[in-house]
């Protein structure tokens, strides 16, 4: 029998969320049915009314399911995949299974406040998630993971604690899924990998149209913004996604407070799941790069410093307005589409004063985008709020590679490569990365759509 590969787009493609690919092989008399990633379809209504749609596979058909990472567009649909049949294992690096059952875990808790009073139910309750954790396998960076015909290897991302990309090795060709590709060099992880031998790459393009600013200069732009807003006596709100830019921050704002470049203001890190996050970080810290473990080794390790306030508790956060308004805030969700941020957006958004510090993607329909964009006023729990407060837009602290980045990524790889799938953005960003990487490297590279399928000649 001919060795046969196929790669299934049912989420993903044409869209920056709900990854979700379906890699089917035949080889050596073996057949092999494999999902990477079942995340959750984000950005509004539309969309969230999307995952409750039945999978367009069946569930109780697949193998085996590699996780990237654990951001919740990645993972979150794992729970629904287990209620509708889903039976084999699950494989991730160690602290990707760790951050996954935090962020299911907390998605289940908004959808249980948004659906109150509604007669549909949760996408999963906790026992699914309980039983993905008793499927979930692991294995750490370069340990090979075998299903069947096929072989797996993580191999160090840089986007977020644990982050993979995944090899995957069919009758001796080698398919690579990117997962999100770290914007490297990062403040705490080792860069992405170095990858240059793949036949096939299925890959990101949330940044494939536009580069960041350089690490240089986003320090620069952060450090500005935070000496105008307490100069101002205002109040610097961040919202922050709960996985590696929240300890990104709080890494930068220790490193600028200890050097005294920024004054010694309170630092509140106001999200739960952020915090839960936080103790990963610190007990794997051996995943990050050699500057970071040398400091953890010196010192007291890292997020940890005398104006650091862990605000776990309901009534800690409540607490957090009656201080002196010369403060920094970080909390969640990334996006301003829920969560606590939007208690201090709604308090200090009419405060000419203070400012919103956006540092990282807004997906469209978001809050966070909607602000992004220079509304005037915003409805915020069902109230119209004015928008006085300056909003700022650093994007060098993306944890996804800029457009340059990603075609350098890719040119790594160009003798041996022979299809680039791009997928994971919105389309002008894919489609711009597909000219790219057709123009300047000569490479065979397209823009899948929702569900189509690729053939991959082995």
Not at 84 to 99: A, C, L, M, Q, V
Request: proline residues 5%.
């Amino acid at each position: 029998m001919k060795p046969k590969a196929t790669i299934t787009f049912y989420g993903g493609a044409g869209s920056v969320t709900g990854a979700n690919f379906l890699l089917e092989t035949e080889s050596n008399g073996s057949s092999e049915r494999i999902l990477i990633d079942c995340g959750l379809i984000q950005g509004g209504a539309i969309y969230e009314k999307l995952n409750f749609e039945p999978f367009a596979y069946d569930p109780g058909s697949i193998d085996a399911v590699f996780i990237t990472h654990g951001h919740l567009d990645h993972v979150g649909r794992i729970g629904k995949l287990i209620q509708d049949g889903f039976k084999g294992k699950i494989y991730s690096t160690p602290p990707t299974k760790e951050i996954a059952e935090l962020i299911m875990l907390d998605s289940l808790g908004v959808m249980e406040k948004e659906l109150r009073g509604s007669d549909r139910p949760p996408l999963y309750d906790e026992s699914d998630v309980a039983t993905a954790m008793g499927m979930w396998e692991t294995a750490p960076y370069h340990e090979p993971v075998t299903v069947g015909g096929v072989q797996a290897v993580f191999r160090d991302a840089g986007h977020v604690l644990g982050s993979a990309m995944i090899e995957f090795t069919v009758a001796g060709r080698k398919i690579l899924f990117s997962g999100d590709l770290g914007n490297s060099p990062a403040p705490l992880l080792p860069p992405t990998e170095k990858i240059t031998d793949i036949d096939y790459l299925l890959m990101e393009s949330v940044y494939g149209d536009r580069n960041h600013e350089q690490n240089e200069e986003r320090l620069h732009l952060l450090r500005g913004v935070i000496k105008d807003t307490m100069n101002k006596g205002g109040t610097l709100m961040i919202p922050a996604f709960s996985v590696e830019r929240t300890q990104q921050l709080l890494f930068e704002i220790e490193n600028m407070m200890e050097r005294s470049e920024i004054s010694l203001v309170p630092v509140f890190v106001d999200s739960p799941l952020a915090i839960k996050v936080t103790r990963i970080y610190k007990k794997y810290y051996y995943y990050f790069n050699s500057n970071v473990r040398e400091v953890h080794r010196l010192g007291d390790g890292v997020f940890h410093f005398p104006q650091l306030h862990f605000t776990e508790s309901t009534e800690l956060s409540k607490a957090i307005k009656y201080q002196s308004p010369r403060k920094i805030v970080i909390a969640g969700s990334g996006m301003s589409n829920g969560g606590r941020i939007l208690h201090h957006e709604k308090e200090y958004l009419p405060d000419p004063n203070s400012t919103l510090l956006l540092a990282g993607y807004q997906a469209v329909g978001s809050l966070g985008r909607i602000l992004q964009d220079g509304a005037k006023k915003v409805k915020i729990m069902g109230t119209w709020v004015p928008v006085r407060a300056t909003v700022v837009t650093i994007t060098g602290f993306s944890a996804h590679k800029g457009s340059d980045d990603l075609v350098e990524f890719v040119a790594d790889s160009e003798r041996t490569l022979k299809k680039v799938m791009v997928a994971m953005g919105e389309p002008k960003s894919s489609l711009f990365l597909v000219q790219r990487l057709r123009g300047e490297l000569g490479l065979q590279a397209v823009a899948p759509t929702g569900g189509e399928k690729i053939v991959l000649e082995l």
